[in-house]
């Protein structure tokens, strides 16, 4: 049994204040000056924390931004001069994908390590597009021994990266089969190559030392690693880019190692292998509709790791009606499965994994582990503005992000991601998250439930739902 991992989180307040969801505006004109008056009574304390931050501000309306939903304000103010309204910071944050809400709830896991708990009541729909249309059953909650945090069953969340052998052979009682060589990672995580606008100050030895600290890999650019970091004790993944970087045997210390598919991928991994045999080798398949062929095929070709490839949204690359990672995941899955080679590769996707549930979900539709980018940098305070990527100046100069405190930032957020991991794994039955690979019984898909109950009355839908 895998050594059991533990992410040491402390709490890390934000260097610039953060946008909250609720504001409380308070119509001052109309306030009798109660004694008792319910901002002092605040159980969050959030009047006074207020109060400090705009005492050199003058106007009519003091905003709450930091407002947790209780309404004790608005119910118990004797004038009723009280009202909850939406932040309009908090609407202009991020983008359809990495909604506001997912920002916010990054920003609180980055600073506690803890898992979110909303108090403000029902969020909306129980469902939406791409992974928001799955439901884990979580029929096992119920069983108390189930509980990973706090029960007495043990949880692993370990993975091993590599090929894996179909069958064993012995002779004489000796096993005569040669194991391949493999990688244990100790969650379903590694941090992928990260966006070019946070190719800044020191943000990207930040986020590997973060990764390595709790033993996962990160996926680098050749000529991008900086000179500070070791291939080995930083567990970084170089991702070659030519035929002359695999055979000089610069990067052969490596663990893992990533290169392009391509006409010429075998030869660029048997050059690698010739300098350390005992390297894994991950091929980045870009997702398209195609993709699941190109699968089979290198699947075939006895390769280690598939690297899948889509974009921040988790979309693949497609002329038209792109599909989610959700649906890639799925079909090339049962590919691999139909073909009996499924067992002997990894699968990794990255793209589109923007929570903890998302880590999840991709699991159960066929993935060994994701790859995440975005939450890193959401972690590291940033609004997702994009005003960089425009020339525009960074409203929390995230380029000053001081190491140690991003780094932990980065461990908090991966201490919260493994405990909702293990939860979720602990109310659906699952002692070992490797079980879990593929396993769409443990899963309900919003559209098999719409078309079992309603196609046979009204027929498939005109279109599709938008993902």
């Keep these: 049994m895998p050594e059991k991992i533990h992410i040491h989180t402390e709490p890390v307040p934000p260097r610039v204040r953060p946008v909250g969801r609720l504001g409380i505006v308070d119509w001052r004109e109309d306030c009798a000056g109660c004694h008792n008056c319910v901002k002092r009574s605040c159980i969050y304390g ?26 004790i304000c608005i119910q118990d103010c004797t004038k009723g001069v009280l009202t909850r309204v939406i932040n309009p910071e908090y609407e202009r944050l991020g983008d359809d994908y ?4 997912v920002i916010v709830t990054t920003w609180y896991q980055a600073e506690t390590g803890h898992i979110p708990v909303s108090g403000a009541g029902y969020p909306g729909p129980h469902s939406g597009p791409g992974f928001d249309s ?65 190719h800044c100050g020191n943000l990207m030895p930040t986020v590997t030392r ?6 996962l890999f990160s996926v680098i650019r050749t000529g991008e690693i900086p000179a500070e970091l070791s291939l080995e004790q930083d567990r ?33 991994q048997a050059k ?3 300098n350390n045999p005992d390297q894994i080798v991950a091929i980045r398949v870009p997702a398209s509709p195609a993709v699941t062929e190109r699968a089979r095929e290198l699947a075939g070709d006895g390769m280690e790791v598939i690297h899948l490839v ?32 499924r067992d002997g590769v990894t699968i990794s996707a990255s ?102 109950t309603f196609g046979r009355l009204f027929g498939k839908r005109k279109t599709e739902i938008s993902v």
């Excluded at 006074?48 to 309404?71: M, P, S």
């Excluded at 990495?98 to 809400?101: M, N, S």
């Excluded at 590599?162 to 009682?173: E, I, P, Q, V, Y």
């Design 351 to 452: 793209g589109g994994i923007a929570l903890a549930e998302h880590v999840t979900k991709a699991i159960v539709c066929g993935a060994d582990l994701v790859a995440i980018d975005v939450p890193l940098g959401i972690a590291l305070e940033c609004r997702m503005c994009l005003d960089c990527e425009q020339g525009g100046i960074c409203p929390i100069t995230i380029e000053d992000t001081e190491p140690d405190y991003g780094k932990q930032r980065v461990i908090n957020l991966m201490g919260a991601w493994h405990q909702q991991l293990i939860e979720m794994l602990g109310a659906m039955g699952i002692r070992e998250v490797r079980r879990l690979r593929g396993e769409t019984g443990r899963c309900m898909f919003f559209e098999d439930l719409e078309d079992d």
């Design 210 to 215: 973060a990764a390595a600290a709790i033993g």
């Design 236 to 268: 970084v993944i170089p991702w070659l880019q030519s035929i002359e970087e695999c055979a000089d045997g610069e990067y052969s210390a490596a663990a893992m190692a990533m290169i392009s598919d391509g006409p010429d991928v075998a030869q660029w």
């Design 98 to 101: 990495f909604t506001p809400e």
């Design 46 to 71: 959030l009047w006074g924390d207020e109060n400090e931050t705009l005492h050199e501000e003058r106007g009519y309306l003091d905003y709450i931004y930091q407002c947790k939903g209780c309404l």
């Design 134 to 198: 799955m439901w884990t059953d979580m029929s096992e909650i119920v069983r108390p021994t189930r509980d990973g945090i706090h029960g007495r069953e043990y949880i692993s969340t370990s993975v091993d990266v590599g090929r894996k052998l179909d069958h064993l052979a012995f002779d004489g009682g000796r096993m005569t089969t040669t194991a391949p060589p493999l990688v244990e990672v100790p969650m379903p995580v590694i941090f992928e190559s990260l966006p070019q606008r946070w």
């Design 272 to 274: 690698l292998k010739a």
């Design 310 to 341: 889509f974009d921040s949204h988790g979309r693949e690359d497609a002329p038209s009606a792109p599909r989610h990672v959700r649906d890639v995941l799925r079909e090339v899955h049962t590919a691999l499965v139909k073909d009996g080679t």
